[in-house]
């Protein structure tokens, strides 16, 4: 495989099988681990690898030079290239259409998919887990939610739901230095909900690892980052997407912020009420205003 600049890239599966008997028991668990979850490790460094497979950051850097690479860096860069060739937006568009090419109606082929995901959840959403996030999310006034490129969409999603409940909402839609204004805010009597899908950048590690510093609480939505920092969060709910190949599907994700928010909205019945009471008025009286200008 070659990359637009000409450069010949890898590919890590077939490269692990090709060598995976000359490698030793421990760089063995190594190979294993990235390709159960390459997409996610491949942005790790060796140190992180190291610390989840409790072994030494050394073993990790034998294991690049073993596959010929003259460091562990080198190994993740040339797997980082892979993976962006293969996960295009254009390619997962393609991907999908490729999918229904089958049908010419688009919109039922992807509505039964829609309806695929949803059933997948019935059994991956672990419903302990969502009776403790529901009731972490009890008797809290403020929440920050965070979430960066197409995560933004849901925590839009959740902001407006929840400032319709009267809460108070601190939105972390940002990757850059925007964010530490309003995570400086961050207390351990608040709750932080944070989307993340496929990838760790700097900006989840700082809002994750200041979070568990100062003991605020953590609600994680994810589809595959769960084995990689899923210790860093109180719950972790699973949202499949699709595949990562794939234009990815945002209903699950979505379905489980509805089932939250309903859960919420039943165990505080008497605040949250009362709040959306005067919602109505406020918007019968907008409507009298209106008219009065008409």
Known sequence: MTNDNGKTTIDFSQLVTDRFNQLTKSEKRIANFLRKNLNEAAFLAASEI?????????????????????SYPALRSSIQTSLRLRVTHSSRIKSRLDDMRSSSDIF??????????????????????????????????????FGTGPSVSLVDLLEIRLKRFGKDVFSLRSSGRELLEPLLTLGPNDLLIVFCFFSINPSLRLVLEYANEIHCPVIMITDTLD???GDKADVVLAAERGPVSEFHSLVVPMTI????????????QSQIMPVLDRLDLLRDKLKTFNAREE
């Open 50 to 70: 190291a610390n989840h497979l409790d072994i030494s950051e050394a073993t990790v850097v034998r294991f690049a030079r073993s596959l010929g690479f003259d």
């Open 108 to 145: 039922e082929r992807l509505t039964a998919s829609e309806i695929d995901y949803l059933g997948q959840a019935l059994e991956t959403v672990n419903r302990e887990q969502m009776e403790r996030a529901v009731e972490l999310m009890g008797g809290r006034q403020r929440y920050f939610v």
């Open 257 to 268: 912020i509805n089932a939250l928010l309903l859960s919420l909205a039943n165990q505080e």
């Open 227 to 229: 084995t990689i920092i």
